[in-house]
């Protein structure tokens, strides 16, 4: 009994440390894509002012920051439980019925995020088979739409694993740290 109890701590050490990093990556990937997206836009702001002509790139470019970070973002969210909740029915439930509630919510909002990171694998491969590219920039268009599948299958990740918090715990989470009473003295 003792060396299974070992093992699931184990275990559940590695996958905080793999969630740890994949926050810290997407911290880094947030913060690096505003940046490079205000530098762009300042830098054209002033080519438009100075030399009275656009960066030609521009607008492409910040359309790629743009993806970067709401696919970055989203998974982010979800770590975090920042996303949008319609919760007027769900917080008149009684505790029970909204733990079966969130374990619903979680475990079908992270089948839905997987099966949009798998369609987006395909739209991704669709666009690498028609060779397009970004005029100004000249290279391929599917590079910039790589981040769209690996923000939805982070974001499913994370919904399932909150599935499994819930499943395992007695207390109801919004996401892997976020208990839902912490969430709720945050709101008032």
């Known amino acids: 009994m003792n060396e299974t109890s070992n093992k699931r701590q184990d275990a559940a050490g590695i996958l905080d440390m793999v969630d740890n990093a994949i926050a810290r990556l997407e911290e880094v990937i947030m913060a690096t894509g505003v940046i490079l997206m205000a530098v762009n836009t300042i830098a054209n702001v002033i080519s438009r002012f100075v030399f009275n002509h656009?960066?030609?790139f521009a607008e492409e470019?910040?359309?790629?920051?743009?993806?970067?970070?709401?696919f970055?973002?989203?998974g982010y969210a979800a770590r975090h439980g920042r996303h949008i909740r319609m919760s007027a029915i769900y917080d008149a439930m009684p505790q029970h019925i909204r733990k079966i509630l969130m374990i619903a919510i979680t475990a079908t909002t992270a089948a839905f995020m997987l099966f949009l990171a798998w369609y987006a694998v395909?739209?991704?491969l669709n666009l690498y088979s028609k060779g397009r590219v970004y005029p100004a920039l000249g290279i391929p268009?599917?590079?910039s739409y790589v981040w769209?599948?690996?923000?939805?299958f982070v974001t499913g990740i994370q919904y399932a694993l909150t599935m499994v918090k819930n499943i395992q715990e007695k207390d109801i989470y919004l996401s892997t740290n976020l208990h839902e009473q912490d969430a709720q003295e945050v709101e008032v």
């Open 54 to 56: 656009s960066l030609i």
């Open 61 to 70: 470019l910040n359309s790629i920051f743009i993806l970067l970070v709401t």
């Open 72 to 74: 970055a973002g989203i």
């Open 122 to 124: 395909e739209y991704i």
């Open 141 to 143: 268009v599917y590079i």
């Open 148 to 152: 769209v599948p690996v923000g939805f």
